[in-house]
């Protein structure tokens, strides 16, 4: 079982930048993949980026590729999101999850997530 705990949202200006962090407990964090998804209020939530076991491989929604980038430290039991040039559309609330399963279609769906962090929220004015 994993735990997973974000930090580093908060408010910021359209075209700034923010990291986010997800500590997670346990010896076994290498053997998860890792996911960042996002909620905007009365919508669904929505992959953001994936990130492998081992931190080869890497995959991001179309809206965020090139602004965002998913990484991690397996020595610290941590992933991050680096997120730049900021939108007011980019505000919600950010989730991390861990998955145990490998890349593949369904990848980007919250279900594909065994475990999730409680959430952070982000919020980017205009």
């Known amino acids: 079982q994993v735990q997973l705990v974000e930090s580093g949202g908060g408010l910021v200006q359209a075209g700034g930048s923010l990291r986010l962090s997800c500590a997670a407990s346990?010896?076994?964090?290498?053997?998860?993949?890792m996911g960042w998804f996002r909620q905007a209020p009365g919508k669904e939530r929505l992959f953001v980026a994936r990130?492998?076991?081992?931190?080869?491989?890497?995959y991001y929604a179309d809206s965020v590729k090139g602004r965002f980038t998913i990484s991690r430290d397996n020595a610290k039991n941590t992933v991050y999101l680096q997120m730049n040039s900021l939108k007011p559309e980019d505000t919600a609330v950010y989730y991390c999850?861990?998955?145990?399963?490998?890349?593949?279609?369904?990848?980007?769906?919250?279900?594909?997530?065994?475990?999730w962090g409680q959430g952070t929220q982000v919020t980017v004015s205009s």
């Open positions: 999850a861990a998955a145990s399963t490998g890349w593949g279609p369904r990848s980007v769906m919250p279900t594909q997530y065994a475990y």
């Open positions: 990130i492998s076991r081992s931190g080869g491989s890497t």
């Open positions: 346990g010896r076994t964090f290498s053997t998860y993949a």
